[in-house]
T-cell receptor, first 114, second 114 residues
């Protein structure tokens, strides 16, 4: 069974600095996708970045990058040059190739300090 | 482009009452999903649909029913609401059901069962 672990309930970062949010996963399926979503205080779920298990390079989307270490089964989100608007809950999720059930971690609350 | 919309945004029910949550998407996606989000937890899949006229159970289906009579709509029903169903409900859709496919979420419905 697939499982997602986010070990940091809360993180603080100074504005303009970089921050890494941890995510580890467990699966026996060789084909899977990893996703990060942002949930601001307004409540909506915003897709940030995707990494496929067979992708050779780490995914990047603007200030977001995914540090994918397949052997360690980790998919950490790196946010560069943090902004006040980055303060939110961040969820890591995984979906196996033949499984319609996308599993989410418990989330990390990021607070950006001015 | 509206994306994924949900109605209502808020609802308060008494134990034993019934209600239906409506999800609509205008992206011509085949797959649609209903999740619930409880405090301190990530999202958990209730039911999903792989196309018009089809539905399937997710991780936590008990106490809920769904229908997908039209491709763009996915309804979630509670026949006899219980306090344990107090939660925030999210609908999502995706073009296909593969592990590479991003799910796009609606704004959520906050349901309280007294």
């Amino acid at each position: 069974a697939q499982k997602i672990t986010q070990t940091q309930p809360g993180m603080f970062v100074q504005e303009k600095e970089a921050v890494t949010l941890d995510c580890t996963y467990d699966t026996s399926d060789p084909s899977y996708g990893l996703f990060w979503y942002k949930q601001p205080s307004s409540g909506e779920m915003i897709f940030l970045i995707y990494q496929g298990s067979y992708d050779q390079q780490n995914a990047t989307e603007g200030r977001y990058s995914l540090n994918f270490q397949k052997a360690r089964k980790s998919a950490n989100l790196v946010i560069s040059a943090s902004q006040l608007g980055d303060s939110a809950m961040y969820f890591c999720a995984m979906r196996e190739y033949n499984n319609n059930d996308m599993r989410f971690g418990a989330g990390t609350r990021l607070t950006v300090k001015p | 482009n509206a994306g994924v919309t949900q109605t209502p945004k808020f609802r308060v029910l008494k134990t034993g009452q019934s209600m239906t949550l409506l999800c609509a998407q205008d992206m011509n996606h085949e797959y649609m999903y209903w999740y619930r989000q409880d405090p301190g937890m990530g999202l958990r899949l209730i039911h999903y649909s792989v196309g018009e006229g089809t539905t399937a159970k997710g991780e936590v289906p008990d106490g809920y029913n769904v229908s997908r009579l039209k491709k763009q709509n996915f309804l979630l029903g509670l026949e006899s609401a219980a306090p344990s169903q107090t939660s925030v409900y999210f609908c999502a859709s995706s073009y296909a059901g593969t592990s590479t496919d991003t799910q796009y979420f609606g704004p959520g419905t906050r349901l309280t069962v007294l």
